[in-house]
């Protein structure tokens, strides 16, 4: 007898189950009520978009546009496009397309899914999830501190520990130009070194070579010449003025002069949030972002400065799982049992009637004894059971039963009228969330 083959997901991409939907939750909210804090407001653009927005966007010479894009022609109108492999271009399209900045400067935020064709690996995958915001228009070193802030307050409310911040500063165009032609000149003069992406980047993108994580290149980077060293005054107040703010804000941070971000659009100030270690005890990045002032531009739209940062969140929730204890998982607060053709619909009646006053109820389905049903109750972590039987069918009542440890009173059991049966479930529940 043949057997129906079992198809898989694909590498990489993952299904995020019920069991985890506690912790998703718990983050979810907490990055809505930060975002709300600060006056970000969420927009959502679509996960497709042309190819181009991202080759121009994100920049031809970068892991992403090289090798970590899914991208495919649309049969049916021989269109480019891809899966978005991150966000910040997209959302710029979307203002540009919408005028969204003609009334002055916009705070934005977005959260989902994001696409990279990476090898997976503890923290990597092929479909992971970020959160990020955007201020867009506002040219000061304050927006890049509010930036900053935002992630502090994030991850403090999430409890995250052992995470640092290191900041740098990528200056302006013609700084990066002649840093380049030093650099270039740093690798040319022991190009033997270097490794095929490195060669091929020596005279394209020398920048993102610091990037590099082949550890043979470790030395040379080490010793190449720092880009902060090229700042010119402009830049330099810049960063001094970001760095005092973060001071008086007694955010602690690192200036890592190493740090360039993978994205070719970065200007002036760049950050990243990271952990002691990774997956091969690297330090591995929770969050990187900084200022792009040039994108706007880039992408069609009139000049206007722009800062912004993306969390991945697989990364965070990694952490919350090391750092955080239980989060509270149960599925409703009242599991509803019920025996014998006549209690059916009562306990439906019973049943709808409690979610009208606002519980979270599950109704038994499919059956069975008592015991076996109280089992599932236990399961579904709810503070009481609802019983109907014969019996209270006749009495117009019902059975409570107090389930877990901290409702008032464990394994009590109780006749209740229908009629009083809401009333008293929440109030045993706000005095048990007094107590
Ligand atoms: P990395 O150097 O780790 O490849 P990146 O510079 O490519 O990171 P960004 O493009 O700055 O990453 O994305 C911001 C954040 O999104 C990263 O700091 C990381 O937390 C997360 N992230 C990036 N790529 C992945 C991935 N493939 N899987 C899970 N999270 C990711
Ligand atoms: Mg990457």
């Known amino acids: 007898m043949s057997r129906v083959e079992r198809i898989s997901g694909l590498r990489g991409m993952n299904d995020i189950l019920p069991a985890d939907e506690a912790l998703w939750r718990r983050f979810d909210d907490a990055v809505a009520a930060t975002m709300r804090a600060y006056g970000y407001q969420r927009?959502?653009?679509?996960?497709?978009?042309?190819?181009?927005?991202?080759?121009?966007?994100?920049?031809?010479?970068?892991?992403?546009?090289e090798k970590e894009m899914y991208s495919f022609t649309d049969a049916l109108n021989d269109e480019q496009l891809t899966l978005r492999p991150e966000n910040t271009a997209g959302v710029v399209r979307s203002v540009l397309e919408h005028n969204l900045l003609y009334d002055g400067p916009k705070r934005l935020w977005y959260t989902g899914p994001m696409f990279r064709h990476e090898r997976p690996q503890r923290g990597?995958?092929?479909?992971?999830?970020?959160?990020?915001?955007e201020a867009l228009g506002f040219a000061g070193p304050d927006a890049?501190?509010?930036?900053?802030?935002?992630?502090?307050?994030l991850f403090d409310d999430l409890g995250l520990a052992g995470i640092s911040l290191e900041i740098n500063s990528l200056g302006a165009a013609d700084e990066r130009r002649a840093h380049r032609e030093a650099l270039i000149a740093h690798l040319a003069a022991d190009e033997g070194v270097l490794d095929e992406d490195a060669r091929r980047r020596l005279h394209t993108n020398p920048l993102r070579i610091l990037d590099s994580k082949n550890p043979a290149l470790q030395s040379i980077i080490a010793a190449a010449p720092k880009l902060i060293d090229f700042l010119g005054e402009a830049s330099r107040a810049h960063f001094e003025s970001l760095q005092s703010l973060l001071r008086a804000q007694n955010v602690p941070f690192r200036i890592n002069p190493r740090l360039v971000r993978g994205l070719d659009y970065y200007n002036l100030t760049v950050f990243e949030w990271v952990t002691p270690f990774g997956p091969e005890r690297t330090p591995l990045t929770i969050c990187g972002g900084g200022r792009y002032d040039p994108l706007i531009e880039m992408l069609g739209g009139k000049?206007?400065?722009?800062c912004g940062f993306a969390v991945g969140v697989e990364r965070v929730l990694e952490l919350m799982r090391a750092t955080e204890h239980a989060v509270d998982s149960s599925l409703c607060d009242v599991y509803v049992a019920h025996q014998g053709d006549a209690a059916a619909p009562v306990a439906l009646q019973v049943a709808e009637r409690l979610r009208?006053?606002?519980?979270?109820?599950?109704?038994?389905?499919?059956?069975?004894?008592?015991?076996?049903?109280?089992?599932?109750?236990?399961?579904?972590?709810?503070?009481?059971?609802?019983?109907?039987?014969e019996d209270e069918v006749a009495r117009g009542a019902a059975s409570v039963k107090w389930l877990r440890e901290s409702a008032s009173a464990s394994g009590r059991q109780e006749s209740v009228p229908l009629d009083d049966l809401a009333d008293l479930i929440i109030d045993q529940l706000t005095a048990d969330d007094e107590q």
Do not use: M, N
């Open 43 to 65: 927009i959502r653009t679509p996960i497709l978009e042309p190819t181009r927005l991202f080759v121009r966007g994100i920049g031809e010479v970068t892991d992403i546009v």
């Open 124 to 133: 990597r995958y092929r479909q992971f999830h970020q959160v990020g915001a």
């Open 144 to 153: 890049d501190a509010e930036v900053i802030l935002i992630c502090q307050r």
């Open 303 to 306: 000049p206007a400065p722009a």
């Open 356 to 389: 009208d006053a606002g519980l979270d109820v599950i109704l038994h389905c499919g059956g069975g004894s008592f015991k076996s049903q109280f089992k599932r109750a236990d399961g579904s972590g709810a503070w009481f059971a609802v019983v109907i039987g």
